[in-house]
């Protein structure tokens, strides 16, 4: 009778959860995105499986809380599932478990593995989902296949292991993990995608542990293959285990947090509270010889009063990637080593940065040395960029700089070497000329293509950064408020443009809608976008571009200074920039480096992503192309002419903006010749098409190409791509041949892009991340599955 006592045990829970109505029998499946569908809830509502739609159209298969705070995830399926569009389909299966299976095709993830044939599953209260057999044995748990947090009554094996994500509000992998290695609990972060393991920065001795274990009544702890433990928390005091919920969770900025709520959904203002956060100080745990440490490389990390850390650029350093603050920093203004006898304080400058330091990375040692002379030694050295002083000591390094961090108890002083803005580098391979006038810049003006106008305006170098504009007279009716220029739109008369032009003098561009002219200020040109007086489309452009770049204020998006409307004038003043427009570079006589194309498309899509997703309101581009990408002097990216860009209001995002055909032959989405809705997903299907056209340098539609089967380049891009000839595609550039994998991962983003299908384009939200590589991607399809051509 003994040996029967196991069985009921484990039977005991299943006859609750069949009364519940919620055992997962083999055959049972759910769709994502099905509203009729109902997650499959634990016995007493404490937890839910199945779809929870994290972006726009897209789900992650996951167990999140049901009675309180439904937004925490507890576990989902690993971090390199991407999140599957809606249609999507989750079925339990006697072979293979749960088996999820994309409604694109394909099977991105199944719960493996199993070591026998699954009848039926459950999901308990303690939020552990588990299949088993006919005789009740467990063949799978999602307590025994661990994300990012651990619940109550969960275990780590020696070879389990905690990972945390990749930003708060994503779900892909991060590169903080949380492991037992010989005997002790560490965290340490990974080099991704490899997965090499650096040294821990964190280390809680055991020596003798076998387990990491978080018992039902919230305590943690390590225990020891001798029977002892080794407490790592404990339950907050008046905080019981069986009226509130506890949770440890590996977080994304590589803190452990161990975290209470009530389970009373009625509770006012019931909230996850951190009772211990584990180090106590990740700024300055963090000192590994590799990685960047918990911020991105030459970052500063700072510890925020709740013991989480927060990151920053020093001084003369901007974000590469501006939504990500936990990111790198790259220097506004790159160093240069122009020999020794340049090196002076007319080119550079020291920032003193107390209580900093780069603990790594030092490549000279100085000393014993006063402050003055440790400054003096990194100003005159052309490979140093920070100096940092302590104890007499003088410390040289070089970038990247890694675990930067400001903290009280810091004693050193660091001097972080600027150069000052009268002398301006470049940090990429200047463009190659390819023609026979080497010493000229060739600026071409913007090109008339299909059926639509759109007028790049031709870039001059700056004067300044400033653009501030003489006098500035107040108007009755001004329909866009007054403001520093530079700050906020500003309204001239039509006497401040004429004479800012010298009586519109110097022509530099003209379409069927408008006529560029070349003007000047005091600190610099202007270019000044003059409409048609008699013309119902040039008042609407006008219009257009007023109301969507008037909205926006993004680094790659070309910037609208000011304008003019006096009833008979339409006039547009916009910023000016040295390299001319993306066309002139791909399609002339001038080449970009490899470096300097994949910068350029990084730009570009986070200047869509920003106007589909980040913006007041949504914007469709509508025209995106070469001609309408303008490059600043460090050939930085700005996303110009917006003259058929639509604005969308919330409940227009689904629906047909309407049916006049926009934008440029080529580059034109199939959608807008269908029934289909046109959304963000038309700018998608151009991008990945421009995309083709950087790393290839050629337009996508060339009847002069030498070899037939070439001329449509999205259609030769295919082909190379499934005959594995990419570097046909590059003609010989070295650096994108040696780059191999970006080069590939570059094409197939684009083949997603151009899907003929809209639901199989990527939004600009994913685009990114898989351009990085911080998500997979996976193989595309042929992306004209229907038409011979796309």
Same mark, same amino acid.
């Given at each position: 009778m003994a040996c029967m006592i196991p069985h009921i045990l484990l039977l005991l829970p299943l006859v609750v959860y069949a009364q519940s109505n919620s055992m997962l029998n083999v055959g049972s499946f759910l769709i994502a995105g099905d509203a009729s569908a109902s997650p499959w809830i634990s016995p007493a509502d404490h937890f839910a499986f199945g779809f929870r739609e994290v972006d726009d159209g897209l789900f992650l298969?996951?167990?999140?809380?049901?009675?309180?705070?439904?937004?925490? &995830?507890?576990?989902?399926?690993?971090?390199?599932?991407? *999140?599957? *569009?809606? /249609?999507?389909?989750?079925?339990? #299966?006697a072979s293979d478990g749960l088996l999820l299976q994309s409604s694109q095709g394909g099977e991105p993830w199944k719960s493996s593995p199993i070591s026998g044939v699954v009848a039926f599953g459950t999901i308990y209260d303690t939020g552990n989902l588990v299949l088993l057999d006919s005789n009740s044995n467990p063949l799978w748990e999602s307590f025994k296949q661990p994300v990012d947090t651990l619940l109550p009554t969960q275990k780590m094996e020696v070879n389990d292991f905690l990972s945390s994500r990749k930003s708060r509000n !994503?779900?892909?992998? /991060?590169?903080?993990?949380?492991?037992?290695?010989?005997?002790?609990?560490?965290?340490? &972060?990974?080099?991704? *995608? #490899?997965?090499? !393991?650096?040294?821990?920065?964190?280390? &809680?001795?055991?020596?003798? /542990?076998?387990? &990491?274990?978080?018992d039902e009544d919230g305590f943690l702890y390590i225990m020891q293959r001798n029977g002892r433990r080794v407490n790592i928390s404990e339950p907050e005091r008046g905080y019981p285990a069986d009226t509130h919920y506890y949770q440890v969770t590996l977080n994304f900025d590589g803190v452990i947090t161990v975290s209470h709520q009530t389970r009373n959904p009625s509770a006012f203002n019931a909230t996850w509270m951190d009772f211990k956060k584990i180090p106590n100080n990740i700024c300055v745990a963090m000192s590994g010889n590799l990685s960047s440490g918990v911020c991105g490389y030459n970052s500063i990390c700072t510890l925020n009063n709740d013991q989480r850390p927060s990151c920053k650029c020093p001084p003369g350093y901007s974000l590469i990637d501006p939504n990500n603050k936990y990111g790198d920093c790259m220097p506004n203004i790159p160093q240069i080593c122009e020999g020794a006898k340049n090196l002076t304080n $007319?080119?550079?400058?020291?920032? $003193?940065?107390?209580? !900093? $330091?780069?603990?790594?990375?030092?490549?000279?040692?100085?000393? *014993?040395? !006063?402050f003055e002379e440790c400054k003096n030694a990194c100003l005159l050295d052309c490979f140093c960029v920070v100096v940092v002083y302590r104890d007499n000591s003088c410390w040289k390094k070089r970038l990247p700089l890694s675990n930067g961090r400001e903290d009280s108890s810091e004693k050193a002083v660091s001097y972080l070497k600027l150069r000052n803005t009268s002398s301006i580098g470049q940090d990429f391979d200047l463009p190659i000329s390819k023609g026979k006038n080497q010493n000229t810049l060739v600026i071409v003006l913007s090109i008339l293509l299909g059926s639509s106008l759109l007028i790049v305006l031709v870039l001059v170098s700056l004067i300044s950064r400033g653009f501030i504009f003489h006098h500035r007279k107040k108007h009755a009716g001004d329909f866009l408020p007054r403001g520093s220029f530079g700050t906020s739109m500003q309204k001239f008369t039509f006497k401040e443009v004429r004479d800012a032009t010298n009586g519109f003098k110097e022509e530099l561009g003209r379409g069927s809608c408008a006529i560029v002219y070349k003007g000047v200020i005091e600190v610099g040109p202007i270019a000044v976008k003059k409409f048609n007086e008699v013309s119902e489309d040039s008042e609407e452009e006008f219009k257009t571009e007023v109301n969507v770049v008037g909205q926006t204020h993004h680094k790659n998006i070309v910037r609208l200074f000011g304008c003019c409307d006096d009833n008979k004038n339409c006039i547009l003043i916009y910023e000016f920039m040295s390299n001319g427009n993306l066309a002139s570079f791909l399609f002339g006589d001038t080449k970009l480096s490899w470096d300097l194309r994949t910068k350029i498309i990084y730009g570009i899509a986070r200047g869509l992503l920003y106007l589909h997703d980040e913006c007041n309101i949504q914007i469709i581009h509508c025209d995106i192309k070469p001609q309408n990408v303008l490059l600043d002097e460090d050939y930085n990216p700005k996303i110009s002419d917006f003259g058929l860009a639509k604005l969308l209001k919330m409940d227009q995002s689904r629906n047909r903006i309407e049916t006049n055909i926009k934008g440029t032959t080529g580059y034109i989405a199939p959608d807008w010749f269908k029934s289909t809705p046109v959304t963000t997903k038309v700018d998608v299907y151009s991008f990945g098409v421009l995309l083709l056209e950087i790393i290839c340098c050629r337009r996508n539609g060339d009847m002069e190409v030498s070899e037939e089967g070439r001329e449509i380049l999205v259609d030769w891009a295919y082909d190379c791509f499934q005959q594995g000839r990419l570097d046909v595609l590059v003609e010989g550039d070295l650096k994108a041949i040696d780059d191999m994998r970006r080069l590939e991962r570059f094409v197939m983003v684009a083949i997603w892009c151009i899907q003929e299908d809209p639901s199989q384009r990527p939004t600009m939200k994913r685009v990114i991340p898989m351009l990085e590589g911080i998500v997979p991607v996976s193989i595309p399809p042929n992306p004209c599955p229907f038409t011979s051509s796309c």
């Open positions: 298969l996951c167990i999140w809380y049901k009675k309180i705070d439904e937004k925490t &995830i507890v576990w989902f399926a690993q971090h390199d599932q991407n *999140p599957v *569009p809606k /249609g999507s389909k989750m079925e339990v #299966t !994503t779900h892909s992998l /991060g590169k903080f993990q949380l492991r037992l290695f010989e005997g002790n609990l560490v965290l340490n &972060i990974r080099s991704l *995608p #490899t997965m090499y !393991t650096y040294e821990p920065y964190y280390v &809680i001795q055991s020596s003798e /542990g076998n387990q &990491i274990v978080f $007319d080119l550079y400058s020291l920032q $003193d940065l107390p209580n !900093t $330091d780069w603990p790594m990375h030092d490549y000279e040692l100085l000393g *014993p040395f !006063t």
